[in-house]
């Protein structure tokens, strides 16, 4: 570009500078004939010979004139001077006169010739003087010589002049023809070269039409690209948030896994398709006691055995375990359960699973103490925990198979019951530690004296039975029911001492006397009351024909002792009312035994006898915290009354029976009433008291029960401060009929109003009674005219709303 430029710019100033050179030498030219046609117009050459000319004609005439000749006269002789004068002064101006001074000659002739002139002038006027004319002819006559060769030389100066410009015009033109030579070679040369950058600017602009074409088509490609470009932009940036958010939910899935995996109570860990580990958990790391950095991931069995420190080795007997099941596995197989003992003793529950590609998870659980706490509740199920002896239920199944034996055998075998005599005194005078000592040494001595498959059982208490297998007379077991009593009676060495204890034996013999291990039982535990009412230390078969009453005295007992374990045992509650509300304010729990056989029996029976064979204490634990339970239930302000057997007052520790009845059931402690008799009072007092004390300190509440019926000493509504005293229903009953029953019950009501003790009166049957006992001051009402006894699920029909009648209902 630049080059083409200089070119085009150089060829423009030559061209100019040949324009400016053809102009001035035009100038020049025209300067030139300028001159050369006024060398022509103004004839040099002539002005000088007609100056001679006329010098010549001048002398003719003054001459003539002189010499008189007539034809010419004076005027003639002037009018030549005048035209000589005129010519004369034609040389003194312009370029004659230039020519005149270009040589020294020409101009001294000049002036001389002036002068001359200057002189005739002066003469003229008197020329028609006689000599003048003479005179003038004289002066003129020497330049009529003199002039022709001014006249000759002013034509070679002409001529010379006309040649010099002719030649330089020559040169000029010559000049000029190369000047436009010179033009016509630069305008060519333009011209070519703008022909050239046209054809260039040609090229050019079709390669630019094309490359423009091609770059607007690009332009709508890139355009469409463009435009792709941001559709498939949008479309990643749609996905990348996609992937962002899939990332944190990832991430938070991992960190939740992380915790789910690590918190997990299984160990865990997990094998790729080639067997190495993937990962496991924290879990798994403390079964087999590693930490993070003894088990990297990707590592196998065989790496892990490399460990000389011998601490991998349980983690790759765990491997090759659940490597050997993989391998074990069908195809089909995708989860295996298997049990792993580990070197140190504890059991490990694995389950594998296999993954869907191609590696395994593995689950691991410490069963050992489950397994050992299985075992020992199996264990505990079939045994006594005191003895180690097997229980009532391992003795029956025992039983049951020695009945089988008999039909497939003939094999017959005898049932040996025992208790002792004397324990219930060691138990309450030494403490439950002795008596367990003893019950221990009793189970070992027993055992010393049966022979293998014989079953010796303890069904609690003291009590302890024996299934004697396999004999074959009366006789064997009698030996073995001496051979017991005689061991028995061996002093047991118990802390420090020597106690001494007894036992009674009765014995009955399968099948002669019973096919049916209950039926069996039953004779045995008949045959034992009957040794035991007989001498202390003996035994005694059992016989069929056994004295009936004694036989039912000894059922019942006989059922008694499992009347709780089988259910047989209800509450019903009788409701007590407020004498002021007229309201229900509580109920009195009453036990029921509701006999398989028998139907209900009365507590009136049955809790003196279960007092007498103890079972009075778990009986009576049942009922409070049975009654507990009942009443958490019931609204707010409603009690329960409980009653409390002395038995149970002296031979169990009441106060935390108590205790735990009421955590358990969740009842408000003074909503529990305890009902005692005053019986239980009369023994042990001082210790009795210590208990009620505790009991009240809790917020349960004291009634003083069958006020009335025993000792009816007031000086206890002194020593212990009741909650309420209950009236007896046989004073009750007398209350409308007998004036002296008035006045006590007065007295005891008055008492107890002092002392801000309630009193109830139980037993009311009639609205007279009830009267007479509102008449009196009394505080509560219980009985058969505000309602009997009633199983919970009935009174709770009735609870809201329950009243004293009142006397036109009644
Ligand atoms: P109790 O504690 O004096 O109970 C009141 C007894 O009188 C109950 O007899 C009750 O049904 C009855 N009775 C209530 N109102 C009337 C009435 O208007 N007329 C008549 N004829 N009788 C009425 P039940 O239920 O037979 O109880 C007898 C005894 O058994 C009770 O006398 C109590 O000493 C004892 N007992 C009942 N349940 C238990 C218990 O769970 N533990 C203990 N240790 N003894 C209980
Ligand atoms: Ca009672
Ligand atoms: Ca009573």
Not at 251 to 269: I, P, V, Y
Not at 351 to 379: F, H, K, M, N, P
Not at 522 to 539: F, H, P, Q, V, W
Request: charged residues 25%; hydrophobic residues 40%; glycine residues 6%.
């Amino acid at each position: 570009m630049g080059r083409k430029h200089f070119i085009q710019t150089s060829l423009a100033a030559l061209i100019s500078v040949f324009l400016a050179l053809a102009g001035y030498v035009v100038v020049l030219m025209y300067q030139h004939q300028k001159e050369i046609d006024q060398l022509s117009n103004y004839n040099l050459a002539w002005i000088a010979s007609q100056t001679a000319v006329e010098v010549t004609r001048f002398n003719q005439r003054v001459t003539a004139f002189a010499a008189g000749r007539p034809d010419v006269d004076e005027d003639e002789v002037q009018l030549r001077f005048d035209i000589l004068v005129s010519r004369v002064d034609t040389l003194k101006v312009g370029s004659v006169r230039e020519f005149v001074e270009a040589a020294p000659e020409r101009k001294s002739f000049v002036e001389t010739l002036d002068a001359a002139i200057q002189k005739i002038d002066q003469l003229m006027p008197r020329v028609a003087e006689p000599g003048v004319a003479a005179q003038i002819s004289k002066i003129i006559e020497p330049f009529d010589r003199q002039t022709a060769p001014l006249a000759s030389s002013a034509y070679a100066y002409v001529s010379e002049q006309v040649l010099s410009y002719q030649k330089s015009m020559r040169e000029l033109q010559y000049l000029f023809v190369q000047i436009v030579a010179g033009l016509i070679a630069c305008g060519a040369g333009l011209i070519v070269f703008l022909l050239y950058q046209n054809a260039i600017a040609r090229r050019t602009s079709a390669a630019l039409e094309v490359s423009t074409r091609e770059l607007r088509s690009s332009k709508l490609e890139l355009e469409d690209a463009k435009n792709e470009v941001d559709l498939r932009n949008a479309e990643l940036n749609i996905q990348n948030r996609t992937l962002l958010t899939r990332d944190i939910q990832l991430r938070t899935q991992n960190e939740r896994f992380d915790a789910a995996l690590n918190n997990m109570s299984h160990g865990l860990f997990m094998l790729d398709g080639s067997g190495r580990m993937a990962v496991c958990n924290a879990r798994y790391l403390e079964i087999v006691g590693l930490g993070t950095e003894d088990l990297p991931a990707g590592v196998d069995a065989d790496e892990l055995r490399d460990d000389p420190s011998g601490k991998l080795s349980e983690c790759v007997r765990i491997f090759d375990a659940v490597n050997r099941t993989r391998s074990e596995g069908a195809l089909a197989d995708v989860s295996r359960r298997f049990m792993h003992g580990c070197e140190d003793g504890r059991t490990l529950s694995v389950a594998c699973q296999r993954l869907g590609q191609g590696g395994w998870i593995a689950t691991l659980e410490d069963v050992t103490e489950r397994r050992r706490a299985e075992a020992r509740v199996e264990y505990m199920a079939h045994h006594d925990a005191l003895t180690d002896l097997p229980n009532r239920a391992t003795f029956m199944d025992a039983m049951h198979a020695a009945i089988g034996a008999h039909d497939a055998k003939g094999v017959r075998f005898a049932l040996l019951s025992l208790d002792l005599d004397r324990f219930k005194i060691i138990n309450d005078t030494l403490g439950h530690d002795a008596g367990d000592k003893v019950l221990q040494i009793v189970g070992q001595r027993l055992r010393d004296c049966v022979r293998d498959g014989d079953v010796v059982a303890r069904f609690g208490g003291d009590e302890f039975a024996i299934l004697q297998d396999n004999i074959s007379s009366r006789s064997d077991m009698l030996a073995l029911a001496r051979r017991v009593i005689e061991t028995i009676s061996a002093p047991f060495p118990v802390n420090g001492r020597e106690l001494r204890l007894g036992t009674s034996v009765g014995m009955t013999f399968a099948p002669e006397d019973g096919r049916d291990p209950e039926q069996l039982l039953k004779n045995a535990d008949i045959a034992l009351y009957r040794a035991k009412s007989m001498e202390r230390g003996t035994c005694c078969f059992y016989e069929a024909e056994m004295d009936r009453v004694d036989e039912l005295r000894l059922a019942t007992e006989v059922d008694l002792r499992q009347a709780l374990n089988r259910g047989e045992l209800e509450i019903y509650y009788q409701p007590i009312a407020s004498i002021g509300s007229g309201d229900v304010n509580g109920y009195e729990a009453l036990l029921r035994w509701k006999h398989p056989v028998r139907g209900f029996i009365s507590p009136a029976v049955f809790i003196p006898l279960a007092e007498d064979i103890g079972v009075i204490t778990s009986m009576g634990e049942w009922v409070l915290r049975q009654a507990c339970v009942d009443a958490a239930s019931w609204p707010g302000s409603l009690n329960v009354s409980v009653n409390v057997s002395s038995i149970q007052l002296r031979n169990s520790n009441i106060l935390a029976t108590v205790v735990r009845a009421l955590a358990d059931s969740g009842l408000q402690p003074s909503r529990l009433i305890l009902e005692l008799t005053e019986s239980s009072l009369i023994e042990d007092t001082e210790a009795t008291m210590a208990i009620l004390k505790h009991i009240r300190e809790l917020g349960v509440k004291i009634a003083l029960d069958d006020f009335g019926t025993g000792y009816s000493s007031l000086s206890y509504l002194r020593k212990f401060a009741f909650d309420k005293v209950k009236i007896d229903k046989s004073f009750v009953d007398e209350v409308t009929v007998d004036g002296d029953c008035l006045a006590i019950i007065e007295s005891i009501v008055r008492l107890c109003s002092i002392l801000k003790t309630g009193t109830t009166a139980e037993g009311v049957e009639t609205s007279e009674q009830l009267e007479k006992l509102v008449s009196i001051g009394c505080t509560e009402v219980q009985g058969y005219l505000i309602d009997r006894p009633k199983p919970l699920a009935q009174i709770l029909e009735r609870m809201p709303g329950l009243k004293i009648p009142t006397a036109e209902a009644a």
